[in-house]
């Protein structure tokens, strides 16, 4: 069998789902698992929270109803809402929450039959210029969605674009537009994403939408007490599956990228870019092979990739590799760290591990 896997560790995620409700005491923390769970496999991540989360967030409802036929009862909030009137049958039909951003939206609700009224998220755009209702625009609309029996309870939502920047002029601005509307209608609050849930207490309402932090990456830019106690959930393992010397000056790999600079032991890896590790990882990109600090040397082919082991002496075939994650000596090797190697962030690294890595799971199942 081929050595590489996506370890899973489930504890790590429920004991970074305390942290967000730790940073926030007086909000409930829905859990965002969508795409599935940041590459984490949706259903196992909600199972393992079910008792602790209130609800779930996902991006639509093929993503909720996967979660529901997997038997998870909690709300389950559609945070980009319907992508179409036909889906607020389903909607109705599994008790899903959703947002609401789109004149459209509102007009197809106002206008559904319903067996239950639904729980709405009215979404205001207050500086991130992607989705949602000008907050001028946004009160009226609250007040056409409150008289309508279509609408079971509201709440205001928003998304931050640099809550994760030691610079929070922008943060401040939009929190300055939201609290001015939020006071106006009286409305209970759904801001906080990671970054806002970590750094910015002021931006927590009555529910947060902690996301890539559940998986233990640190969303800020600069990391502090509080992010420092994140821990890695997914940890992507495999082996070296040859070794070979190298002379000064020779070559490693697609066009040579990389060149011995002195006699080299270089180690092959069973992982690739056909498994979703990033092919703009440069030379120099960390990797633990037993345990131990190492780099990539040469380009990422589709299935290896090459790492210089010359300073691991006691790295053979069948040594254990980190790609990021905890080796089994308990040293750390962030996803983060690697995303700034790869000119990424976490997000892509862990949603882009693709279906060929199996997903193992580990933890006191609750
Ligand atoms: C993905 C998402 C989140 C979670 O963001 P993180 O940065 O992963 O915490 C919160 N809110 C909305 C609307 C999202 O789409």
Redesign the pocket.
């Known amino acids: 069998m081929r050595p590489l896997v996506a370890d899973i560790d489930l504890d790590a995620l429920r004991h970074n789902y305390q942290l967000a409700c730790r940073c926030a005491p007086h909000s409930r923390s829905v859990a965002?698992i969508?795409a599935d769970g940041?590459g984490h496999g949706a259903l196992a991540c909600a199972q393992a929270l079910e008792s602790q989360a209130p609800a779930f967030?996902v991006?639509c409802i093929e993503e909720a109803l996967t979660l529901r036929q997997g038997g998870i009862n909690r709300p389950i909030i559609l945070?980009e809402g319907i992508f179409s009137a036909d889906e607020l049958a389903l909607v109705d039909a599994h008790g899903f929450w959703i947002?609401v951003h789109s004149q459209w939206q509102v007009d197809a609700l106002l206008a559904a039959t319903l067996q239950a009224p639904i729980p709405v998220w009215l979404k205001v755009d207050s500086g991130m210029h992607r989705l949602g209702f000008a907050i001028d625009e946004a009160a009226a609309i609250w007040r056409q969605l409150s008289d309508s029996p279509s609408v079971a309870s509201l709440h205001l939502?928003s998304?931050f674009a640099s809550a994760d920047a030691q610079d929070n002029r922008y943060f401040n601005q939009q929190m300055t537009r939201l609290k001015g509307l939020a006071s106006e209608l009286d409305a209970p609050l759904c801001l906080a994403?990671?970054?806002a849930?970590l750094a910015w207490p002021v931006s927590h309402g009555d529910w947060n939408?902690?996301?890539?932090?559940l998986y233990g990456s640190d969303?800020l830019e600069v990391a502090n007490d509080i992010t420092r106690q994140l821990q890695p959930v997914m940890t992507l393992r495999s082996q070296i599956i040859a070794l070979r010397e190298l002379e000064a000056g020779e070559p490693v790999g697609y066009s040579g990228r990389w060149r011995a600079q002195r006699r080299s032991r270089i180690a092959v890896v069973a992982c690739g870019y056909g498994d979703g590790y990033d092919r703009h990882a440069r030379d120099g990109t960390p990797v633990l092979v037993n345990g131990q600090r190492c780099a990539i040397a040469g380009k990422v082919s589709m299935d290896m990739l090459t790492v210089d082991v010359t300073d691991v002496p006691d790295a053979v075939i069948g040594s254990d590799v980190v790609l990021w994650g905890r080796a089994s000596n308990g040293e750390v090797l962030p996803v983060d760290e690697v995303a700034r190697y790869c000119d990424t962030i976490s997000?892509t690294l862990l949603t882009g591990v693709l279906p060929r890595v199996p997903r193992r799971y580990h933890g006191r199942s609750v």
């Not at 939408?209 to 932090?213: K, Y």
């Open positions: 965002v969508k940041y967030a991006a945070l947002a939502m998304h994403n990671s970054p849930t939408r902690p996301g890539v932090m969303p997000y």
